[in-house]
């Protein structure tokens, strides 16, 4: 019988995660069950922080539905299996303290810990299932990259958002006859360039699934030039490659051991720059960054959130753990943790469906790569 569950918020923030957190209080709370909330992630769970939630109180889980961010906080940087140590000789030195986070649970009674994160956090979710701990997962990112559903919270608020974007350089660029280049988050995958890029009617799109020939982007922009289109509007993915190239890195994070610490970004400047040189025509870059990630949900990430969370809950209630919930065809299921993160042997890593990770990328016969091709976007190859 579950009557004490803990949720936590891991990983880079996104416009949904009170959404989830609000549904599963909601949910429990119908039920009787007492829920907490462990403050900044993993690293609350290894401090043993956390705040009781309730909707009955009106500074917690109540009235956060439109709210961004976290209202428990979320950490990018804390891996509990490699945690980052500073000795008192000053040496720092990664230890695996997730034994700490099992007293804690243990010893604070919860029946169940609910992991709201992408593919790194539920790796560690599942780790925590393997020693004994009830976990359930909740896939956020707006990446959309986690394995085994086909979307995760979060990721329809970022497309918004990059489209809205689109629509406002559309006008600049149309008034100023420029190319307009907007370079969008995603990390290895391309689903926010490839469908704000159809939702904002851009002419190309460049994927880290496809590695791009300028020149092709270049023959597209020229062919609506020749066309009396003197403006062009091009997405470009953070992780986006040219072919026989390499992805552009703005830095190197110093988060730890098992969390992804390159820092894409730089690749729209650029393009930019390249697509100026060879079009002959003036081209700026806006790159969107965190507003991707930032402020209030979609409607449609609002009820996803939702139903994740309830979802989530319902689990917990069924004594189903060890498992993530997703969307599968349309319909809300779950899935083992295990052949969600089974083969994330490197968090972070660039390829999916491979020995090393299976992070879900855009995959070639997908109908957003086959609608944009038949409209005639661009996608660098
Ligand atoms: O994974 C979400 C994401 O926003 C990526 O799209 C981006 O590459 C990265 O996080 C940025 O991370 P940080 O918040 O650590 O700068």
């Not at 709370?29 to 109180?57: M, P």
């Not at 979307?151 to 100023?176: C, K, M, P, Q, W």
């Not at 599968?328 to 999916?352: F, M, Q, R, T, Y």
């Amino acid at each position: 019988m579950v009557k004490k569950v803990a949720i936590l918020a891991n990983g880079g923030d996104v416009s949904g995660f009170n959404a989830v957190i609000r549904a599963i209080v909601k949910t429990a709370e119908e039920k009787g069950v007492q829920c907490f909330g462990f403050i900044d992630g993993y690293r609350g769970l290894l401090k043993n922080e956390y705040v009781a939630l309730s909707t009955s109180d009106s500074r917690k889980a109540s009235g956060i539905l439109p709210k961004g961010g976290s209202i428990i906080g979320s950490s990018t940087n804390a891996n509990v299996f490699h945690y980052k140590v500073t000795e008192l000789n000053g040496d720092v030195v990664y230890k695996d303290l997730s034994d700490i986070c099992v007293e804690n649970i243990k010893n604070d009674g919860f029946d169940c810990l609910f992991t709201l994160g992408g593919d790194g956090t539920q790796k560690s979710a599942r780790d925590f299932s393997l020693k004994g701990i009830n976990v359930i997962g909740v896939p956020k990112t707006i990446d959309n990259d986690v394995a085994c559903t086909d979307i995760t919270f979060g990721y329809n608020t970022a497309v918004s958002v990059a489209s809205e974007a689109l629509d406002r350089l559309h006008t600049t660029g149309e008034t100023h006859h420029r190319i307009m280049v907007l370079e969008v988050m995603g990390r290895y995958a391309g689903w926010i360039a490839l469908e704000s890029a159809i939702a904002g009617g851009a002419d190309v799109a460049l994927i880290p699934e496809i590695p791009y020939d300028i020149n092709k982007a270049v023959e597209k922009i020229n062919h609506r030039r020749d066309m009396g289109k003197n403006f062009s509007i091009v997405v470009v993915a953070e992780g986006a490659v040219p072919k026989g190239g390499s992805m552009i890195i703005e830095g190197t994070r110093n988060n730890g051991i098992g969390v992804d610490n390159t820092k894409l970004g730089g690749i729209g400047n650029v393009v930019t720059k390249q697509l100026e040189e060879l079009t002959g025509l003036e081209a700026r870059c806006t790159v969107l960054g965190y507003m991707q990630r930032g402020g209030t949900p979609t409607a449609f990430d609002r009820v996803l959130s939702t139903k994740y969370g309830s979802k989530a809950m319902e689990l917990a209630l069924e004594g189903k753990f060890n498992v993530l919930t997703v969307i599968k065809d349309g319909k809300l299921d779950c899935v083992p943790l295990e052949d969600v993160v089974g083969n994330n042997k490197v968090i972070g890593a660039v390829s999916g469906n491979t020995a090393e990770s299976n992070i879900r990328k855009v995959n070639m016969d997908h109908d957003l790569v086959k609608t944009a091709r038949n409209i005639g976007i661009c996608l660098g190859d």
